[in-house]
């Protein structure tokens, strides 16, 4: 059994601070801890050891994620780094921060509404662009598969809207 190095709580700050600046692939406005990706930072006596939660387990940036984390913690001379993939419990909205869903409608996706365990589509969903409520599902599914297709009825734009997972 490993047991855990004494590190100052500004080292894990620091190591936090680096994963901080990874974006996510698909959505560039955000990074894998605004998304709750990460989650958690410990030091032992074998190194660095990140646990990390894809958004789904066949997600095809995970790979990618994976090296990012790899080479930020290197290029920052934390070493060795150890990913822990966790997929048990598996990734959910609730772990998006409020800034995450802040800067999501200020790209122009709708945020996911309300908690996780109540998801439903058929909720009113606000237009990221105007605010209106009065808008349509077009697609259950968007440009990626967390994201549902709407048109709002008020600006007659269309939007995505990452649905509650």
Excluded: N
């Excluded at 290197?74 to 966790?86: D, L, N, S, W, Y």
């Excluded at 999501?104 to 009113?124: F, K, M, N, T, V």
């Amino acid at each position: 059994m490993q047991t855990l190095d004494v590190v100052e709580p500004a080292q894990v700050r620091e190591v936090w601070r680096i994963l901080g600046q990874i974006s996510d692939p698909e959505i560039p406005v955000l990074t894998i801890t605004d998304l709750g990706m990460v989650r958690s930072v410990r030091h032992r006596e074998d190194g660095w050891h990140i646990g990390f939660t894809p958004t789904y387990s066949g997600c095809p940036a995970t790979d990618f994620l994976l090296k990012a984390i790899r080479e930020a913690m290197e290029a920052a001379r934390h070493t060795p780094v150890h990913i822990e993939q966790m997929l048990h419990p598996a990734w959910t909205t609730d772990w998006m921060t409020p800034g995450a869903k802040t800067r999501l409608r200020e790209y122009g996706i709708s945020p996911p509404q309300g908690h996780a365990c109540h998801a439903d589509l058929d909720r009113e969903v606000s237009c990221p662009r105007c605010g209106s409520l009065q808008t349509s599902l077009i697609s259950e599914f968007g440009s990626t598969a967390c994201k549902a297709l709407y048109r709002c009825d008020s600006c007659r734009e269309p939007f995505d809207y990452f649905k509650c997972i």
